[in-house]
């Protein structure tokens, strides 16, 4: 039997999933290795970092880049995802999607794609089991943004192809 079933993540503000039940014995899981900024429960299936209060002239938070524009300005990191199975299959799927509906002027990003809470977007079709796989993340502040709630959530999930 050739069973597919979805885990999820969710990264930066908050985080919860763990193990998906499957057939007996059968199991698929993930967790957030790394992550940057103030963060906690790296390790876990539960995972979340702070940024505190920032702005496009202050330094960037702890574990961050920060880059300017002339229009717009952007905090860069790095999230580590490790999926883990006993399904058999050679590979997983990796998607992300944003939480949440972003604030007008904010744009989230992973490995350069920009993310949504419509549709989840493919980071990979090629996921290699027990191996953490590295996505560099961005969130990029138009300067019309200032003073906007930048704080969401990325939806990881994996599916075992």
Do not use: H
Request: proline letters at 3%; glycine letters at 10%.
């Amino acid at each position: 039997m050739n069973v597919k079933k979805a885990l999820c993540a969710l990264v930066v503000a908050f985080a919860m999933c763990g193990s998906v039940p499957l057939a007996k014995g059968q199991s698929i899981s993930m967790t957030i290795e790394s992550l940057g900024g103030a963060s906690s429960g790296t390790g876990t299936s539960e995972a979340s970092t702070s940024l505190g209060a920032v702005s496009k002239f202050d330094v960037a938070p702890s574990g961050f880049a920060l880059s300017r524009t002339a229009t717009d300005w952007t905090l860069s990191s790095s999230v580590g995802v490790r999926v883990d199975s006993s399904l058999g299959s050679p590979s997983y799927s990796l998607t992300a999607q944003l939480g949440a509906a972003p604030s007008s002027g904010v744009t989230w990003k992973v490995d350069g794609m920009s993310l949504s809470d419509a549709s989840p977007t493919t980071l990979t079709n090629t996921g290699a089991y027990g191996s953490i796989g590295s996505y560099e993340w961005d969130i990029v502040i138009d300067d019309s943004a200032a003073g906007a709630v930048i704080d969401n959530s990325i939806v990881f999930t994996a599916v075992s192809n």
